[in-house]
């Protein structure tokens, strides 16, 4: 069975710009949360999916936006970037719906601003 | 949210048993506890959770203290393999949200 991936692997964008990173989940998985990891503020949570609705935000401002597809699939978004934003993005997939469950982690993305 | 408390860092020795214990006074009686790890240019890693009895799979066991205000994860040979930092985790029911706390960075010496 495939893995989380997350496209694109590694990404330049310049101050102003938006962003859009995509995450494709284990086959099955309805659950898909991101997160944020720098060196500064280690790993922080910025939403959570399932059956495409959102169920927990993260402390980050609106800037940091995301949605689910009806086959899982989910997209963020970062618009108006800030040199801050650049970091790792982690996207993490399980099967969820009732007790916490087994989340298996993508690779990530690696934004950098400019 | 729950928060846990870890010692920065720890060492072993290969193929020595390590004892990694996590702090959570504050635990509610729903919260599970997680164990995550993330080794070095990856990203994290399932290692095990638990509610309220002691769990063993084949990474890993959690001993969870009676009044579930604490917890050890317990890798039972280390190898260097399991150079990682640990993050000991409490969610809550009907949420796979986690909060990464600083973690446990545990250092093996062949």
């Known amino acids: 069975k495939a893995g989380v991936t997350q496209t694109p692997r590694y990404l330049i964008k310049t101050r102003g710009q938006q962003v859009t990173l995509s995450c494709s989940p284990i086959?099955?998985?309805?659950?898909v949360s991101w997160y944020q990891q720098t060196p500064g503020q280690g790993l922080q949570f910025l939403f959570e999916?399932?059956?495409?609705?959102?169920?927990n935000k993260g402390n980050f401002p609106g800037r940091f936006s995301g949605r689910q597809f009806s086959n899982s699939r989910s997209e963020m978004n970062v618009s108006t970037l800030e040199l801050g934003d650049s970091a790792l993005y982690l996207c993490?997939?399980?099967?969820?719906?009732?007790?916490?469950?087994?989340?298996?982690f993508g690779p990530g993305t690696r934004l950098t601003v400019l | 949210d729950a928060k846990t408390t870890q010692p920065n860092s720890m060492e072993s020795n290969e193929e020595e048993p390590v004892h990694l214990p996590c702090n959570h006074s504050?635990?509610?009686?729903?919260?599970?506890i997680h164990w995550y790890r993330q080794l070095p240019s990856q990203g994290p890693e399932y290692v095990i959770h638990?509610?309220?009895s002691n769990v063993n799979n084949r990474m890993a066991s959690l001993a969870i203290a009676e009044d579930r205000k604490s917890s050890t994860l317990i890798l039972h040979r280390a190898t260097l393999r399991d150079a990682a930092v640990y993050y000991c985790?409490?969610?809550?029911?009907?949420?796979?949200?986690?909060?990464f706390g600083t973690g446990t960075r545990l250092q093996v010496f062949p």
């Open positions: 985790i409490l969610t809550a029911y009907n949420t796979d949200k986690l909060i």
């Open positions: 086959s099955g998985h309805r659950s």
């Open positions: 504050t635990i509610s009686g729903t919260d599970y």
């Open positions: 993490a997939s399980s099967l969820a719906g009732g007790p916490p469950d087994t989340q298996y």
């Open positions: 999916y399932f059956s495409e609705t959102q169920r």
């Open positions: 638990g509610l309220t």
